[in-house]
């Protein structure tokens, strides 16, 4: 069963608490201040309001403070954080692009087509300052939304002489690259829940990032030459030839792809000599490369291990469990038949991956547990007959008491004359029946069940034997449980019962066959041959 959302029929008053629009221009301004309101489509707020009337309550107090800030967990501010992450990681990339690749003469300064995008980009940064003048944030400390104009218009002063400074120096700009990948992290919280997909993103976003400002440090030394002294210096670049030492005479994306170049190679480990640096400014410019990117390297590969250890935790338990397994064979001393047979069967009721279900059921409600009890045993529903035309919720009382049960092949399941407390449903796999005098009656398969004979009988005694043929995944239903739930439904009493009668009534016409068959053998004589005497 899906989770839908409930549409409440008892009229209630506007979900956003906000007074109805006469015109075009205040339902222009009520939308407005409806999408600055928080909303249960963020993807934090269910975090922060663990139900909708505390989501309410929230958008009350703010109305009732007549509080005209932007809600942080509202779709104005994921709009706007969305379009800032665009924003500041072009700022980051462009601006460290204008410095180390975009070289003006010395005497003046030329226009590029860089800059303009910068200005844009400049623009849109301060524009961001506004509306954080104008949106609440989230303590870091109390966990709670602060709404004050005071408090939130005391937040951004600091944000913006950081960013004064920053229009100046755009280097000191990346550290917004943290606030960048944490909107990404929100952003795809709409799309999914797998902190792999939001790690394997940021990582990209990172990688991509740092390899271009790595490329952007290559050039370091030239460029801060160039400008202090008035003239390149050719004994930086050596990984140039000697003519193309000059960087005026080189064009930019050459030089770009040179430098993306000799960073990856740094990254990966192929080339550490391919920057052949000779003076100290680039030893250390490459030394800083080679750290930063060894450390950087390392996160991803603990990232790595980390993606495969929650990806194959159930495989990684399951191979755990058989090396115990293996050692207490071993010391046991079991012969190799029975240990193919043990591997055998650990491998069948694992399917290569090991997880106690017990424990992750154990917290659910009974009603989801019978739902998932239910779904998980769809394809056994649909394959015993018995349950057809059957209430969903008499199948999945009795689905809920089933426990899983494998038998490999020459297992007795059943054995004539015990006592029966459990009845089987066949998941897959085939059985053989034998009656009382051990003549083979039939063989039963997938959706089939059997024992329920000797839950209807007086004496309880099992009529006949059970062998598995192959191996075969049963569902036990005990006794307790099937007086229950099978006893007090009409229709699954009654198809048992004819069933059974059914099956009674086979099993002895085969006993008495055989037992004439074995009567007119040895009434037959046995003659002699002169030539066998």
């Known amino acids: 069963m899906s989770l839908k959302r409930h549409y409440c029929q008892l009229g209630f008053a506007s979900e956003s608490m906000l007074p109805k629009a006469e015109g075009r221009w205040d339902s222009f301004c009520r939308g407005l201040r409806k999408i600055c309101q928080v909303t249960d489509l963020h993807p934090e707020t269910k975090e922060h309001f663990r139900s909708y009337p505390a989501l309410v309550n929230e958008r009350k107090i703010n109305l009732m403070r007549g509080c005209n800030l932007i809600h942080p967990m509202s779709v104005a501010s994921l709009i706007w954080n969305s379009i800032m992450v665009v924003v500041n990681l072009s700022h980051m990339f462009v601006s460290t692009l204008r410095i180390a690749y975009v070289i003006d003469p010395v005497h003046f300064s030329r226009h590029h087509y860089v800059d303009e995008a910068l200005i844009v980009l400049d623009m849109m940064c301060w524009l961001d300052v506004i509306v954080k003048f104008n949106t609440g944030f989230k303590d870091k400390y109390t966990s709670n939304i602060v709404m004050e104009r005071k408090r939130v218009a005391g937040l951004p002063v600091k944000r913006t002489r950081c960013l004064l400074i920053a229009h100046f120096l755009p280097l000191l700009r990346t550290p917004r690259v943290y606030t960048a990948l944490m909107d990404i992290q929100i952003f795809m919280k709409l799309f999914t829940s797998s902190y792999i997909w939001h790690g394997a993103v940021q990582l990209t976003v990172l990688f991509m990032m740092t390899t271009h400002w790595c490329g952007c440090l290559v050039y370091l030394p030239t460029i801060l030459f160039y400008y202090w002294f008035g003239h390149m210096s050719s004994n930086y670049n050596r990984f140039l030839k000697e003519s193309e030492r000059d960087l005026l005479q080189l064009d930019f994306i050459t030089r770009y792809q040179l430098g993306t170049f000799i960073t990856l190679s740094t990254f990966f480990g192929t080339g550490f000599t391919l920057f052949l640096a000779s003076e100290p400014e680039e030893l250390i410019v490459h030394a800083f490369i080679i750290l930063f990117s060894t450390v950087f390297m390392v996160y991803i590969l603990v990232f790595l291990l980390k993606v495969y250890m929650t990806l194959f935790s159930s495989t990684i338990r399951y191979n755990e469990l058989m090396n115990q397994v293996k050692e207490y064979m071993r010391h046991k001393q079991f012969p190799v038949p029975l240990q193919k047979r043990v591997k055998t069967f650990y491998s069948q009721l694992y399917q290569k991956r090991y997880y106690k279900e ?18 998980t045993c769809r394809v056994l529903v649909d394959k015993v007959t018995l349950f057809k035309d059957v209430p969903a919720s008499a199948v999945g009382s009795v689905l809920g008491c089933l426990k899983p049960e494998v038998y490999l092949p020459n297992d007795p399941v059943l054995r004539a004359g015990d006592d029966g407390n459990c009845m089987y449903f066949i998941d897959y796999g085939t059985v053989a029946i034998y009656s009382l005098k ?18 209807l009988m007086r004496d309880s005694k099992r009529l006949v034997t059970v062998v598995a043929v192959e191996i075969t995944q049963l569902y036990r239903l005990d006794d307790i449980d099937f007086r229950q739930y099978v006893f007090t439904n009409q229709i699954l009493f009654e198809r048992i019962q004819t069933l059974a009668s059914q099956r009674m009534h086979e099993a002895v016409l085969v006993d008495r066959q055989f037992q004439r068959d074995r009567e007119k053998f040895n009434e037959k004589p046995i003659e002699f041959s002169e030539t066998s005497i």
């Open 438 to 455: 051990g003549v083979e009656v039939c063989h039963l398969e997938d959706g089939a069940h059997f024992g329920e004979v000797a839950l």
């Open 358 to 375: 017990e424990s992750v059921l154990e917290c659910l409600s009974e009603e989801l547990r019978n739902e998932i009890t239910l779904h």
